[in-house]
């Protein structure tokens, strides 16, 4: 319960209530901590609260999307192998029933400011509720796509339809039945939106700006046979997550190899179809490891896709718009979506595609959405499917002050720095788990939850037993990490792509990468290295 006036006295004050949270809370408690969580939402979740629009599903097959405890997977199956929203809010409620999260857990309490007291060495946490907390340590499991972003396109307000943002959703459902609807984006949420709503709706308007690089999701049904075949090795499946590049049970060892450049060109494409056979993300993350570093394999990449693309697609010119002759940016180095019938909803006669990088808009009016040709494209429902504030929007959402008062929204306005994303300097006993430069939003998201949340935990534990309780990174240690990341980065061809992953997606924020790019097992054996030295490069009294 969430009561103006009601005050915890923790070691541990955990934000956020999805993978990353749950998982906190759970562990710590079972070494005895006093831990709460205070999450927003009114139920467990995190994105899966917040993210119920139509379609709305996970790109990860359900096996991987769970935490890896054998209590939970042993009982629990999903009945799709990419499973829709609300069976994985139905797997929150298990989980909770399994492991008695939510009495620990205070709902409807949105943290708004919260400051660090040198003298006292604890965080004052304030919820807009009234709610506040002191805790020896604040774990931030905020999440990377908790803070929505709405671009500011001129005449917004003067839409006289329903205007909804995706991540804003309803929590009732609407009926989008022979509706007018237009879609907003073209990232993971928005060809979701697209392909559900198309068959329903009266007419569809997608407006892109950027062709999404979507991959064949290749979605099955799981008969009780299906089901048990997928918990065939599933420990080793799990533990596989720390020795893959993005948390997975599979890797590009696993399928294409390193480079694609000791291979004919024949088998070049002889891999890039088997890649295909296989589906999911497969073709990206199973991809040769080059792809990211070589011109000359990327672009094979994109070729392979964008050919097979076309075929689905009958007109020639949405074929060009949708998977151009010319790649928008290197393939796989903005975020890849898993689609199942994307492009078949633009040979539909409801369905039109507005070229955005052609025809801009010029401002949304009532009836509408007015673009530089002169034409309104009218609308009863118009869905913002533009995305996030990724991975920093929701800490600096909340007014953290640290040491020298200073807020992290204010430090981190010239660009992130947390070492082994994890701390901040200036911002003592905080953590941030699955959050900035960690492999985050390059990995999947419950692998990270548990093995971010492991070194996290140890952490706090080597405190305990060395009779510490303040942690520190250092500000060298800081400008390290970021040096590392961006050093990598400058490698590859991310900067290459106007994507979340570089930060480029929200008007004025610095342009950095986000997440840590060297892959779990490098960020892994950064954290052994740190501690092998007795966790150098924090500061630990
Ligand atoms: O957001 P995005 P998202 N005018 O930022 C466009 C996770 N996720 O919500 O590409 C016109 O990717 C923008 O255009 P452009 C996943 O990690 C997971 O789709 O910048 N258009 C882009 O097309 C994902 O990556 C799942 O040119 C504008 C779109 O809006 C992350 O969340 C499902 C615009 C935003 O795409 C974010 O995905 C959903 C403007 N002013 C999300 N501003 C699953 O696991 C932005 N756009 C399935």
Redesign the pocket.
Known sequence: MSTPGTHDELDVLVIGAGFSGLYQLYRLRKLGYSVKIFEAAPDLGG?WYW?CYPG?????YGPLYQFSMEELWQDWDFDEL?PSWDKIREYFHYVDGKLELSKHICFNTRVSDASFNEDTCRWNVNAESGHTASAKFMVMCTG??SKP?R???PGLADFKGRLLH??QWPQEGIDLGDQRIGV?????????VAQETAPIAAHLTV????P?MALPMRQQQLDDAAKAALKENLPEKYAKRARTLAGYDFDYQDYAGESAEIYSSEQVQEVFEKLWTEGGFVPWLGNFADMYTSEKTNRAAYDFWRDKVRERITDPCLQEKLAPTEPPHPYGV??I??EQSYYEIFNQDNVDLVD?KET??ERITGPGVLTTDGQTHELDVLI?????D?VTGGLTAIDIRGTDGVSLREKWSAGVSAYLGTMTHGFPNMLFVYGPQAPA?LSNGPSSSELHGDEIIEALEHLRTHGMSRIESTAEADRRWRDRIDDYAAETLFGQA???YMS??IPGKKAQMINYPIGIPDYLEQWAIAKASGFDGFDLR
């Open positions: 994105v993210n709305a599903r996970c790109d990860t990419y990377i796509g972003y671009p500011d396109i995706t991540a907003i984006g073209t990232g993971a949420t928005g060809v979701q407006f892109q700006r950027t999404n903005k975020r979506s898993l955005l801009p808009i913002l499917a533009t995305g996030f990724m939003g106007n994507s979340w480029a997606n």
